[in-house]
């Protein structure tokens, strides 16, 4: 009986060719998706590594150059400020700056003590969440960031 009713069902199954499926569906459903899952289901390596390198590389390039321009700024307004003492345009109250280092030493010591924030934890969490999900695109972003960086 099993063997006869298994015969009959043979003729009622359809084969459903996933790539062709997948390349009807419009762009937007294969990336934002609500089956969209981590990268590593959905690309190649070489796709996940060159996706996180070239992100990388383009964050780690504008860092420097942003990163060149604050350093250049502090830098600049620190030595205008320490000519302008030099030159007596500014006295500064060293009673007065040193009063204050030693209280936010305090407040530094009493945030110390308590625990880090649900906030700060949860976030945490997602991150390394999505490192573990995400291996390949985080190496090749962590590359890319270093390569852009250096040029």
């Not at 459903?16 to 569906?25: G, I, P, V, Y």
């Not at 070489?46 to 996180?52: F, P, W």
């Not at 307004?77 to 109250?93: E, M, R, S, W």
Request: proline letters at 2%; hydrophobic letters at 40%.
């Amino acid at each position: 009986m099993a063997a006869s009713s298994q015969g009959s069902f043979e003729g009622n199954f359809e084969s459903l060719d996933l790539a062709e499926f997948a390349k009807k569906q419009p762009w937007w459903r294969k990336l934002f998706g609500q089956e969209s899952g981590p990268s590593a289901e959905k690309y190649s390596v070489a796709t996940q590594l060159l996706i996180g390198g070239v992100t990388g590389w383009c964050t780690g390039f504008i860092f420097q150059k942003v990163g060149k321009l604050a350093a250049t700024a502090v830098g600049g307004g620190f030595f205008l400020l320490q000519l302008a003492n030099h030159t007596g345009y500014i006295k500064v109250d060293w009673q007065r700056v040193e009063k204050d280092m030693k209280k936010a030493k305090e407040q530094l010591k009493i945030r110390k003590s308590n625990q880090i924030p649900t906030e700060v934890k949860s976030k945490a969490e997602e991150v390394v969440s999505f490192v573990k999900k995400n291996v390949l695109v985080t190496g090749g972003f962590f590359g890319g960031f270093l390569l852009g960086m250096a040029s």
